[in-house]
């Protein structure tokens, strides 16, 4: 699970970023804040990105 901050709103957020193992199946999936949809980046990969907000994530 990684961390960052909306550049938009400002909120932090986790997101995952999942790997099917499919090769040559990667695309650019974008990292959406989950607060506000503004966009944050994009990964390669040939699965998903899932977001999450800061207190649906329990220790
Ligand atoms: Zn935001």
């Not at 997101?15 to 607060?35: F, L, N, S």
């Amino acid at each position: 699970m990684n961390k960052t901050t909306c550049k938009k709103c400002g909120k932090d957020f986790h997101y995952k970023v999942t790997d099917m193992g499919v090769p040559g199946g990667k695309d650019r999936e974008y990292i959406y804040c989950p607060y506000c949809g503004e966009k944050n980046g994009s990964k390669v990969t040939s699965g998903f990105i899932y977001t999450y907000k800061i207190e649906d994530v329990k220790p």
